[in-house]
């Protein structure tokens, strides 16, 4: 079945720092990819999304290429921000008609002044 | 715009008691509708999604189950709880297949 696999956490970073958090997935088809990040205590939001291999998604200096031959949609940033704090998840959206979203089991990131 | 409720947000329970946790969108009509659980240290778990009204697919065996009355409206709800239904329950919403879900605040739901 499809799945997605993105690194074990938790990571620590300085701020301003760069960072890279991996995904790689396996599905038949052509999934939509996304990452979805959520703060503490909260719900997940949408932080970007990719339907087609070549796409960037970006949103809030975030960014993650949909690479079809390497199956990866790796999250980067150039410099994080204390706010960035958050567990990020990353998501594949099951081509064919399923509704479902198949989510990896999320990375925790601490970003420290 | 569209927005989804959830409530309670948080809820503490005794193993053995019912439950029942309400999901509700508003700005929008039709939307597939879901329930995820996230478990301490897990991923989120797919517990059931709708496509319309009275029409339920659940994901996973268990002692949950889901509910839609109205469009709107999804209803989560178990009849005897046990300790390891504790978790963060999340709603969400989409509107098209495939295509960005939008979730909700969660409950917290702790069973004691």
Redesign the interface.
Known sequence: GNSVTQMEGPVTLSEEAFLTINCTYTATGYPSLFWYVQYPGEGLQLLLKATKADDKGSNKGFEATYRKETTSFHLEKGSVQVSDSAVYFCALSEAGGSEKLVFGKGTKLTVNP | SQTIH?WPATLVQPVGSPLSLECTVEGTSNP?L?WYRQAAG???Q?LF?S?GIGQISS?VPQNLSASRPQDRQFILSSKKLLLSDSGFY?C?W?LS??????????TRLTVL
């Open positions: 959830q597939n879901y897990r991923g989120l797919l999604y496509v994901e999340l969400a989409s297949v495939p295509d960005t879900q939008y979730f909700g605040p969660g």
